[in-house]
């Protein structure tokens, strides 16, 4: 899968040696591929067969063994399971070598599996619109209720309803005052956490094994590196409203304190214990236990963030001045004390970052390691943050195969949920705080709310455009997941701000879309993700494929098992059924 078969044929009477590089591969050595000998004899080329990936763009380096020199470099874009043939020989200079690719046997075009998953979903989703707009019929409507009166009717008669062993309920209806209604629940905010945790689902199945649904190597984003961050967002954004519901509902601060704690706990342990990808290996074991993870770091968010809204949280709005100078910043200056946790916090990300020694690394070093800046780093993934990772949790129980390994060929344990990204991930969630501060203090004034939302994505926008000068390596902070970096952070808030207005708009203002079928996962969010981290080998959510280098098979497959957590949501959401810790 994402490889195709080359054959180097050499002309030349020199042994030949083969090298690569990945042009996503920044500032890379080249890998020796292999060597193919000289041609024995005249009109005899000598010919050794490779396999090279398809992934990516590749230059092909050939080099002469005696003087190692270099003979010619040809950039190409292989296709997956085609057949190729690089020659390699002398025109009318014999000191001049020509090298060119013919193909031999034409590729398969791996992205029609993607294109079919669409047109079937899309289809669903027209089919399911259209049966909406009829069922929505004025003519359609009275027909359902002729047939349903009728039945009832038919029920009627045939129960025991109306004997004279019976007597009637008194009507209190206008007697009682009704019950006081709860709070509006925002079905936007589900409905985007749904959508991250349902791409996270499909991301963590194989995705098709698709690059592009994998985390990128290091600089760079994919669309497996948009949602765990757009998930954190939206937990701030429900710390928010949560915090406000129960102090208006009279909870004590320190009431909700302990919870806070107390759920923060669950969901380490949680993470530590029941998901732990050490499992693959065999029973848990402390020597090689990872205690860094998706969960462990949801939890430190959350209760950072939980505890800086208590501090400052208010559970009434209406006596606060609207007519200041200052109001169009309200939903900022009241909670000054929190924004200046998080700067300090931010602060100490770029110190330690930046500022701390690292033995045998330079200072302030933000690469991958490996085979990248030239090999002179090779032990310097991560720089502070694998330091840092190491040194407080140990080798063995951080994450012993980071996404560097595809093309950095890099050989150190780096955790992509290690200790100083969790500072930024703070930062990521106390930015969805504010999301759902702007929606407390303007509520039920659509127009402010979306209006604040974009001017926090462009701030957000420029932010990341002046930290990564727009480029994918050449910044002050280039965006990174493994980092967990600023201009990660602030670039993917800036696409949530954006995703927020979008779904807030069409689900909430105009009510032109329910949510479906995302909804029903937001509003399960811990269970399905436990379920699916859990029963991931289990039926229907992996089989045994027939042919595993498939991505069509791969892509069914892991289609199959994210819409069945999306089906097994609805039911329990049918059912009312929700796990809440």
């Given amino acids: 899968m994402d490889e195709a078969s080359l054959t180097v044929i050499n002309e030349l009477d020199t042994d030949v040696v083969v090298s690569w590089v990945s042009e996503h591969c920044y500032q890379c050595l080249y890998q020796q591929l292999g060597v193919v000998p000289g041609r024995p004899s005249s009109g005899q080329p000598s010919s050794v067969d490779f396999i090279v990936s398809t992934q990516h763009e590749i230059t092909l380096q050939l080099n002469s063994t005696p003087v190692n020199l270099e003979l010619c470099s040809v950039p190409y874009h292989f296709g997956e399971h085609g057949n190729y043939s690089l020659w390699a020989k002398n025109l009318n200079d014999s000191s001049v070598v020509n090298c060119s690719i013919v193909t031999v046997a034409d590729p398969v075009n791996s992205y029609i599996p993607i294109l079919v998953a669409f047109l079937i979903f899309a289809g669903l989703t027209l089919v399911s619109a259209i049966g909406k707009i009829i069922l929505g019929l004025d003519v359609v409507r009275a027909f359902l209720f002729r047939i349903g009166s009728s039945m009832e009717t038919e029920r009627l008669i045939n129960s025991e309803l109306g004997t004279p062993g019976r007597t009637a309920a008194p009507v209190t209806d206008n007697i009682l005052p009704p019950p006081p209604s709860p709070s509006k629940r925002l079905r936007s905010l589900d409905t985007f956490r749904g959508i991250s945790l349902v791409i996270m689902v499909f991301v963590n199945y194989g995705g098709g094994r698709y690059w592009f649904f994998r985390h990128e190597s290091w600089n760079g984003l994919t669309i497996a590196d948009l949602v765990f961050p757009w998930f954190v967002f939206i937990m701030g954004t429900s710390v928010a409203l949560s915090i406000n519901s129960q102090l208006r509902a009279g909870s004590t601060r320190c009431s909700l304190l302990r919870k806070v704690v107390w759920r923060s706990m669950q969901l380490f342990i949680i993470g530590v214990v029941i998901i732990n990808p050490n499992y693959c290996q065999g029973p848990l074991s402390w020597s090689n236990l990872r205690i860094p993870g998706v969960l ?286």
């Fill in 296 to 581: 462990q770091r949801l939890a430190w968010s959350y209760l950072v963030v939980a505890c800086l809204d208590l501090l400052v949280a208010r559970g009434h709005f209406d006596i606060l001045p609207m007519d200041a100078w200052w109001s169009p910043a309200l939903d900022i200056l009241l909670y000054w004390p929190a924004w200046l946790c998080v700067l300090l916090l931010e602060t100490l990300w770029l110190c330690l970052t930046f500022i701390l020694p690292v033995p045998d690394c330079p200072t302030g070093y933000l690469g991958p390691g490996g085979i990248g800046d030239m090999g002179l780093y090779t032990n310097c993934t991560g720089g502070a943050a694998g330091f840092i990772d190491r040194w407080l949790l140990g080798e063995n129980h951080i994450y012993q195969t980071p996404s560097s390994r595809v093309i950095y060929a890099t050989r150190m344990p780096y955790d992509p949920e290690g200790v100083l990204g969790s500072i930024n991930s703070i930062l990521m969630a106390f930015l969805g705080l504010q999301a759902g501060k702007i929606i407390l203090h303007y509520r039920d004034l659509h127009t402010s709310i979306m209006s604040r939302f974009l001017i926090w994505s462009l701030s957000l926008g420029v932010i990341s455009a002046v930290l990564t000068k727009c480029s994918t390596d050449e910044g002050f902070i280039p965006v990174n997941k493994n980092l967990w970096s600023l201009s990660y952070v602030t670039t993917l808030a800036c696409f949530a701000f954006v995703l927020l207005v979008m779904i807030y708009y069409t689900v909430d203002v105009k009510h032109w879309w329910s949510g479906a079928p995302f909804y029903y996962p937001g509003m399960n969010s811990i269970l399905v993700y436990v379920g699916h981290e859990v029963l991931e080998d289990y039926f229907p959510f992996r089989w045994r494929m027939a042919n595993s280098q498939s991505h069509a098979e791969h892509l069914t497959q892991n289609l199959v098992a994210t819409s069945c957590w999306v089906l097994i949501s609805y039911v329990l959401y049918r059912k009312k059924i929700f796990w809440k810790i």
